[in-house]
């Protein structure tokens, strides 16, 4: 399969009155067409600002660096040209809250027709006419009623759905999707992802899911990206990083999830601690503060990304589910306690 998006090296920093903030670090990833890729990580790791990063859209004080390349051609080059058909035809995004992505004094079929007058030229009339299709498409009822509402007039669900249909509008080659049905009911959360499952297929459309549930990536995603304070910490096929993960957080974060195929009553493991701040982080390992398997070396050295096999990396200096990190594991069981302080027991059998 051809590449489709190749992000190398990003960066990106916020000037505070506090200091620096790197709130992305060094993230590489590249996307396969009509792949889905997963990024999953607790608040604050950066999925967001990654997207943003992606789709243009941080604001002037960002200080953005490293490679993006979409179908081979420089999109961080395209902000400098204006690549105003670019963002929002090509590569669209839908945002974890629909509220904030829809005018509320506008209706919503008139928000979708402004969006194909805009990039793709069409008359009012057509314009109109393709709004509702593509809100009957992404499963609106009453379409043509619905075109002539305004969003609060719409349950959550639904505008959520305005929202898909108006990043769908273009045909857009890529659409990320940051925790598209975070603020949507349970119930509905579900037809939103097969919804937008569906369409992908359809359209032979590529999808970053950024999402906090392992659960929806591990349905969802073809490869998922495990972020941590700003940086990818292990990237893999999902069957391969569900399976075989190497990176401590990732193994934590599995752990600390509910799986089908445990007992009901079976108790979990939440990680201990905080992430670190973003300004000054600690020299060495960002996790070696909440890492059972943490040694001294975590506390001095950045672990630096490195290969488990096709297509799977990590960053990590004794990875877990290898000897190595077995051994640095049971040697903090023995002492009850980490390089990095941190108090541990034996691990409760589940
Ligand atoms: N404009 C900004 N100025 C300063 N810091 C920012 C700005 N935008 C984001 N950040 C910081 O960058 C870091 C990463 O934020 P980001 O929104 O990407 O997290 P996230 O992984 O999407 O979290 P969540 O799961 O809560 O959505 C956070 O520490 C955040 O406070
Ligand atoms: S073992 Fe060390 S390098 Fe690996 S995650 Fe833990 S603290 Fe980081
Ligand atoms: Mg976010």
Same mark, same amino acid.
């Given at each position: 399969?051809?590449?489709q998006?190749? #992000?190398r090296?990003?960066h990106v920093?916020f000037?505070?009155t506090?200091g620096?903030?790197?709130a992305?670090?060094?993230?590489?990833?590249?996307?396969?067409?009509?792949a889905?890729?997963g990024?999953?990580g607790?608040?604050?790791?950066?999925?967001?600002?990654t997207?943003?990063?992606?789709m243009n859209?941080?604001?002037r004080?960002?200080?953005?660096?490293?490679r993006?390349?979409?179908d081979?051609?420089d999109?961080?080059?395209?902000?400098?040209?204006g690549?105003?058909?670019f963002?929002g035809?090509r590569?669209?995004m839908?945002?974890?809250d629909?509220?904030t /992505?829809?005018?509320?004094v506008?209706?919503?079929?008139e928000?979708?027709?402004e969006t194909?007058?805009?990039h793709?030229?069409?008359?009012?009339?057509t314009a109109?006419?393709?709004?509702?299709?593509?809100?009957e498409q992404?499963?609106?009822?009453?379409?043509a009623?619905? #075109?002539?509402?305004?969003?609060h007039?719409? /349950?959550?669900?639904?505008?959520?759905r #305005?929202v898909?249909?108006?990043?769908l509008?273009?045909?857009?080659?890529?659409?990320?999707?940051?925790?598209?049905?975070?603020?949507i009911?349970v119930t509905?959360q579900?037809?939103?992802?097969?919804?937008?499952?569906s369409?992908?297929?359809e359209r032979?459309? /590529?999808?970053?899911?950024?999402t906090?549930?392992l659960?929806?990536?591990r349905?969802?995603?073809?490869?998922v990206a495990?972020?941590?304070?700003?940086?990818?910490?292990e990237?893999?096929?999902?069957e391969?990083?569900?399976?075989g993960?190497?990176h401590?957080?990732?193994?934590?974060?599995?752990?600390s999830?509910?799986?089908?195929?445990?007992?009901?009553?079976t108790?979990?493991d939440p990680?201990p601690?905080?992430p670190?701040?973003?300004?000054s982080?600690?020299l060495?390992?960002a996790f070696?503060?909440?890492?059972?398997?943490?040694q001294p070396?975590?506390?001095?050295?950045?672990?630096?990304?490195?290969s488990?096999?096709?297509?799977?990396?990590?960053?990590?200096?004794h990875p877990a589910?290898?000897?190595?990190?077995?051994?640095?594991?049971?040697?903090?069981i023995?002492?009850? #306690?980490?390089a990095a302080?941190?108090?541990?027991g034996?691990?409760?059998r589940?």
């Amino acid at each position: 399969m051809a590449t489709q998006l190749s #992000v190398r090296d990003l960066h990106v920093r916020f000037p505070t009155t506090r200091g620096v903030v790197e709130a992305v670090n060094g993230v590489s990833f590249s996307l396969e067409r009509g792949a889905t890729l997963g990024i999953v990580g607790e608040s604050g790791s950066g999925k967001s600002v990654t997207a943003k990063a992606l789709m243009n859209l941080l604001p002037r004080t960002a200080e953005v660096d490293g490679r993006v390349r979409f179908d081979g051609e420089d999109v961080r080059g395209l902000a400098v040209t204006g690549g105003e058909h670019f963002w929002g035809v090509r590569m669209t995004m839908v945002f974890q809250d629909p509220t904030t /992505s829809l005018n509320p004094v506008k209706k919503c079929g008139e928000q979708i027709a402004e969006t194909l007058r805009y990039h793709l030229g069409q008359d009012r009339a057509t314009a109109r006419k393709n709004a509702t299709a593509l809100l009957e498409q992404v499963g609106v009822p009453e379409p043509a009623k619905r #075109v002539d509402q305004y969003p609060h007039q719409l /349950s959550g669900g639904l505008r959520q759905r #305005v929202v898909i249909a108006m990043a769908l509008a273009c045909e857009p080659d890529l659409l990320i999707a940051d925790e598209p049905t975070t603020a949507i009911d349970v119930t509905v959360q579900k037809r939103i992802l097969d919804l937008l499952d569906s369409l992908r297929k359809e359209r032979g459309m /590529s999808m970053i899911l950024i999402t906090h549930d392992l659960g929806v990536a591990r349905g969802r995603c073809d490869e998922v990206a495990v972020m941590y304070a700003g940086r990818v910490v292990e990237r893999a096929a999902t069957e391969t990083l569900f399976d075989g993960s190497r990176h401590p957080y990732t193994d934590a974060l599995l752990r600390s999830i509910p799986r089908i195929d445990q007992p009901s009553h079976t108790r979990l493991d939440p990680i201990p601690g905080r992430p670190p701040e973003l300004i000054s982080p600690p020299l060495g390992c960002a996790f070696a503060p909440r890492c059972r398997y943490a040694q001294p070396d975590c506390l001095t050295s950045v672990p630096r990304i490195a290969s488990a096999g096709e297509g799977h990396d990590f960053a990590c200096h004794h990875p877990a589910n290898t000897r190595d990190g077995r051994e640095a594991l049971a040697t903090n069981i023995a002492a009850g #306690v980490t390089a990095a302080g941190l108090e541990i027991g034996q691990r409760r059998r589940s």
